[in-house]
């Protein structure tokens, strides 16, 4: 069974990073694509970044490409989502997912990839 704990989050102003982690356990983290995706009050769980298995191809939702940052460390079976420059929409919680697949491809159907998640981590973000 695969765990994966987010943490991380917090509370800060806009304009403030924020770095976020997710430790993962019981698979091979190595072979796997893992993603950050975010869940606002009411609305539905969105996309924000990605990675393949060895971070060579990373993926973002427009709404963060330039302000946030996906990466991974396989040593360690963390991924990280480096968020700067942090507006009040980006206030969520934030969920790590991993895909059995160590490719994503594109982010088509991007959240139907994933097949674990995390139970996520609160990000509030005051203007």
């Known amino acids: 069974q695969v765990q994966l704990v987010e943490s991380g989050g917090g509370v800060v102003q806009a304009g403030d990073s924020l770095r976020l982690s997710c430790t993962a356990s019981?698979?091979?983290?190595?072979?796997?694509?893992m993603g950050w995706f975010r869940q606002a009050p009411g609305q539905e769980r969105d996309f924000v970044a990605a990675?393949?298995?060895?971070?060579?191809?990373?993926y973002y939702a427009d709404s963060v490409k330039g302000r946030f940052t996906i990466s991974r460390d396989n040593a360690k079976n963390t991924v990280y989502l480096q968020m700067d420059s942090l507006k009040p929409e980006d206030t969520a919680v934030y969920y790590c997912?991993?895909?059995?697949?160590?490719?994503?491809?594109?982010?088509?159907?991007?959240?139907?990839?994933?097949?674990?998640w995390g139970k996520g981590t609160l990000v509030t973000v005051s203007s």
């Open positions: 019981g698979r091979t983290f190595s072979t796997s694509a």
């Open positions: 997912a991993l895909a059995r697949n160590p490719y994503l491809y594109d982010t088509t159907d991007i959240r139907s990839k994933m097949d674990y």
């Open positions: 990675t393949d298995y060895n971070g060579g191809t990373t």
